[in-house]
């Protein structure tokens, strides 16, 4: 068996959240044998870690302006586009997070590239963030795999995927004062049908009940113009932005719920591309099972925003909202 620690590089560094500092020019990307920092046998080296200042700065800047109100979260949800665009209203659901409890962090991110009818784990062992690695809780995942339950994504897959990724700066930023006391489990969520939902709801049901767990739920909310082939208007709502938004705040509303049918059903309806709907229908079907058991919960949205106001159907945009679960 080979030690050797395999780690998915920071892939969206540069592009999708900042990965540069003035008076520090780029370094060219090229295999290295060692990392050079760290010492460790790795994947092509990222440029990303000679850059964490200014994205230390930039998510230190967002969390300074939002209030701790539901710590401690148990489960968050925020969103996953670039920071430019959702990172202050990403701040709402970290700023939640407790890291004094927090030992163990799932993020169920959904898949974008590759068909998957079911849930994959990652190949690796170490998530590399600008700020410091993540290190992969192989002991929960060894209990995940043996369910049979999960596949197993392939470091192209883990690295071309952005929904599990947007999460690791603001994991390690909000766990930063306890940052060699946590582990990550990674996992990404495929299009599942409503009873394989509720089979991963009631797998991760028991973890969720654990205060020191936390789980990341990934995703955005409508996206909306011809480029998303959507375009639903309600006209009564004014501009179409009003009408986004409202309907937005109609499923949020049912996820305060806590309420998976429902949310299935508002779904069906008004097929509002929420492209974490599955991790989002995972999470409410382990709540749901956990409130069987007499634990008492409560979900609230902190903030919502829009990367633009849409108001012709030339238009496009996608939704953001961060909110968090904590239990009574």
């Not at 920092?37 to 964490?52: R, V």
């Not at 959702?86 to 991110?109: E, M, N, W």
């Not at 229908?281 to 949205?301: D, R, Y």
């Amino acid at each position: 068996m080979s030690n050797r620690v395999v780690c998915r590089e920071a892939s969206h560094a540069g592009s999708w959240y900042t990965a540069s500092v003035l008076g520090i020019k780029p370094v060219a990307l090229g295999v290295l044998g060692k990392h050079s920092i760290t010492g460790q046998d790795c994947q092509p080296f990222s440029i990303a870690y000679l850059h964490g200042p200014q994205l230390n700065a930039q998510l230190e800047g967002w969390l300074s302006q939002v209030q701790s109100t539901k710590r401690p979260a148990r489960a968050i949800i925020a969103p996953h586009a670039g920071y430019t665009y959702c990172g202050s209203c990403a701040a709402h659901a970290y700023k939640q997070v407790d890291p004094a409890i927090t030992r163990r962090i799932f993020i169920l991110g959904p898949s974008h590239h590759v068909p998957l009818s079911r849930c994959a784990l990652s190949s690796v062992d170490i998530y590399r963030t600008p700020l410091y690695d993540l290190r992969i809780d192989q002991k929960i995942y060894g209990e995940l795999w043996k369910t049979g339950m999960f596949e197993r994504m392939s470091l192209q897959t883990d690295e071309d995927e952005h929904s599990i990724e947007m999460h690791l700066p603001y994991t390690a930023k909000a766990m930063e004062s306890h940052k060699d006391e946590f582990t990550i489990i990674p996992v990404l969520v495929g299009a599942l049908s409503e009873s394989k939902e509720q089979e991963f709801g009631k797998l991760f049901s028991k973890y969720l009940a654990d205060p020191s767990n936390l789980f990341v739920v990934s995703s955005d909310f409508c996206h909306w113009g011809q480029r998303f082939r959507y375009s639903y208007y309600d006209e009564s709502q004014g501009e179409i932005y009003r009408s986004i938004e409202h309907l937005d705040k109609m499923g949020m509303s049912i996820i305060e719920q806590l309420d998976p049918v429902s949310f299935s059903n508002y779904l069906k309806k008004y097929h509002n591309t929420i492209c974490g709907r599955h991790p989002i229908g995972v999470l409410l079907n382990a709540i749901t099972e956990l409130q069987k058991n007499g634990m008492n919960m409560s979900f609230s949205f902190l903030n919502y925003a829009q990367s633009s106001q849409c108001r012709s159907w030339q238009d496009s945009s996608v939704s953001y909202a961060a909110g968090a679960l904590t239990v009574h």
